[in-house]
């Protein structure tokens, strides 16, 4: 008996698959869906959980991830990330999921190690090749930053959604956190900002294919390069740009530091496009709700344009790193000299503690 291929099935040649948009299938995609950051903060507050002095990093910092020591030279980094589709094709969206998930790792000056899968996809709705694409691309970034897939987990749901838990290795002195900022270090940058607006605009098809080529582009690259310029120039305190935007993540790193930042607006990087679609009225909700968590932490002394990019939801966004002021210059150099971070830069400076968190100055 021959068998005969659905156009649907996962295997099925790319010339019999029916086309899928996956941008069609949610309003929020990418981490612009996460949970508002204030409504987090209250419903984490008050639920035991057991203590460990062997434990470096815990929920109570909101950090990047938990960070575990196994011993003198070893520590676990653990994390774990997922979000539903910020693009059309799911190959990319494999991709751009996957490096998020692994930035979290990175972001504290480590290096991944072992990966699970987390898939959450309607199969009687979606054809499953569309999975198969979208393990596809997060494999494509595992493999690229060297760690190794030991399975993952798969429900039935709607709209899909897809992410890694994540394992890494740090050796203990030298894990980076959002609490090492220290007075009179500079702040650097190392990915442009806008993903969230020229998401938005491509679902509203005011951005081109150029502009939205771009935003991809910035998503899918690994944040292993901005981790090995930590690591050589000492740094201690950083965060990723991811959900709550430069504004939420930026004060974050500040009040767990217990400094301020002074932020120059016009020498934040910003994506092509981005300022253009933010003159042309496209504002991510996103960019609001994260204006009502960080209100009371910012003080907004610039224009009202960049304001909207500070607070722009980033996915897989870049690192907000803080560097010895008299390195910030070559720190900067060497982003740029690897040719994947062109338009990283110092971007403001850490400052004794003041009334707010953080200052969005011109």
């Known amino acids: 008996m021959r068998l005969t291929m659905k156009k649907n099935d996962a ?23 996460k949970l508002p950051a204030s409504k987090l903060t209250e419903l ?15 929920v109570s910092t909101h950090d990047d991830a938990g960070v575990y020591r196994l011993n003198d030279d070893t520590a676990l980094i653990v994390t774990t990330d997922f979000f539903p589709p910020v693009c059309s094709d799911p190959f990319e969206f494999g991709q751009i999921a996957a490096a998020n998930s692994l930035s979290d790792v990175y ?23 569309v999975l198969r694409e979208i393990l596809l691309g997060g494999q494509s970034k595992v493999n690229e930053a060297g760690a190794l897939t030991m399975g993952g ?3 039935d749901d709607w709209p899909p959604k ?10 203990p002195d030298r894990l980076v956190t959002n609490s090492g900022a220290r007075v009179g270090q500079r702040l650097i940058l190392t990915k442009p900002l806008g993903t969230g607006i020229i998401i938005a605009g491509r679902r509203l098809e005011m951005a081109s294919d150029e502009v939205y080529r771009g935003a991809l582009e910035q998503m899918k690259l690994l944040n292993r390069t901005g981790a090995e310029v930590m690591r050589r120039f000492g740094v201690t305190g950083a965060t990723d740009v991811t959900g709550f935007g430069l504004l939420g993540h930026a004060a974050s790193m500040a009040d767990a530091s217990g ?62 790193m803080a560097v010895d002021a008299e390195r910030a210059d070559e720190a900067v150099a060497e982003l740029r000299a690897s040719g994947l971070h062109p338009q990283a830069a110092v971007v403001g400076e850490v400052v004794e503690r003041a009334d707010r968190s953080v200052y969005l100055l011109p």
């Open 44 to 58: 984490l507050s008050g639920i035991p959980m057991l203590k460990d002095n062997r434990v470096m990093v815990d």
């Open 162 to 171: 897809y992410g890694l838990a994540v394992v890494g290795t740090v050796e």
């Open 259 to 320: 400094v301020s930042f002074r932020i120059r607006a016009g020498a934040l990087p910003v994506l092509a496009g981005a300022m253009e679609l933010v003159a042309e009225g496209c504002i991510p909700g996103a960019v609001f709700r994260n204006l009502d968590h960080v209100r009371e932490r910012v003080s907004l002394e610039c224009d009202a344009d960049h304001r909207m990019l500070a607070l722009d939801a980033q996915t897989s966004g870049g690192l907000l």
């Open 107 to 129: 972001a504290m000056g480590g290096r991944p190690l072992l990966v699970l899968n987390l898939n959450m996809f309607p199969a009687e709705k979606i054809p499953l090749w």
């Open 11 to 33: 295997t099925a040649p790319v010339e019999e698959r029916e086309p899928f948009d996956l941008l069609t299938t949610v309003e929020y995609g990418g981490c612009s869906a």
């Open 153 to 155: 987990h798969t429900i």
